[in-house]
């Protein structure tokens, strides 16, 4: 069965410097991933994925993620915090399970962006 | 603008009742979902559809059923409310082939007293 980690629960930042939320990821076959935000009291939106191609993938909102398959991670990054950027951040991984496929997430990290 | 609503937001109930929380998309997607959220487990799958009369098990199914009689629309019911089952409840839905991305509701608030 696939399964994402999240091995932070909370990370912070100071504004305009950058940040960096963590994932590995265990998959049988081609792992296909994605990063989710939920802002408080709202449910999540899909910020980026990945399927095949180049490593680093660009998403919404300035947000990307570097796929390192020696090192089965999928960390998601920005080059510059917002103070808007605080949310909690979601990985999961899309894996087939009893002839159907299923999105399973990770447990969050929430991100808090000092001013 | 398409959207996908659920309700109620909130609700407060007793054990042993039935609570039915209700989903509906106007996107006319075929795939949708129900997860619950609670802290230190993040979203877990409870039940999904693929299409009109599909319903499929998830990681957390027991004690929950859906039913798909339309596109539009997957109500979530618990049998017989239990302490455990008191949490943040999310549907979504996609479109096509599942790939991934999701677009979920707001989710509701389920306390079960």
């Known amino acids: 069965a696939q399964s994402v980690a999240q091995p932070e629960d909370q990370v912070k930042v100071a504004e305009g410097n950058p940040l960096t939320v963590k994932c590995t990821y265990s998959?049988?076959?081609?792992?296909?991933l994605f990063w989710y935000v939920q802002y408080p009291n709202r449910g999540l939106q899909f910020l980026l994925k990945?399927?095949?191609?180049?490593?680093l993938v660009k998403g919404s909102y300035g947000f990307e993620a570097e796929f390192n398959k020696s090192q089965t991670s999928f960390h998601l990054k920005k080059p510059s915090a917002l103070v808007s950027d605080s949310a909690l951040y979601f990985c999961?991984?899309?894996?087939?399970?009893?002839?159907?496929?299923?999105?399973?997430f990770g447990k969050g990290t929430k991100l808090s962006v000092i001013p | 603008d398409a959207e996908i609503t659920q309700s109620p937001r909130h609700k407060i109930t007793e054990t042993g009742r039935q609570v039915t929380l209700a989903c509906h998309q106007t996107?006319?997607?075929?795939?949708m979902f129900w997860y619950r959220q609670d802290l230190g487990h993040g979203l877990r799958l409870i039940h999904y559809?693929?299409?009109?009369?599909?319903?499929n098990k998830g990681e957390v199914s027991d004690g929950y059923s859906v039913s798909r009689s339309n596109t539009e629309d997957l109500p979530l019911t618990l049998e017989s409310a239990a302490s455990s089952q008191t949490s943040v409840y999310f549907c979504?839905?996609?479109?096509?082939?599942?790939?991934?991305?999701?677009?979920f509701g707001e989710g509701s608030r389920l306390t079960v007293l």
């Open positions: 999961a991984v899309l894996g087939s399970g009893a002839g159907s496929y299923q999105l399973t």
């Open positions: 996107w006319n997607h075929n795939n």
């Open positions: 559809s693929y299409g009109v009369q599909d319903t």
């Open positions: 990945y399927i095949t191609g180049d490593n």
């Open positions: 979504a839905s996609s479109g096509g082939s599942f790939t991934g991305e999701l677009f």
């Open positions: 998959v049988s076959g081609n792992p296909y």
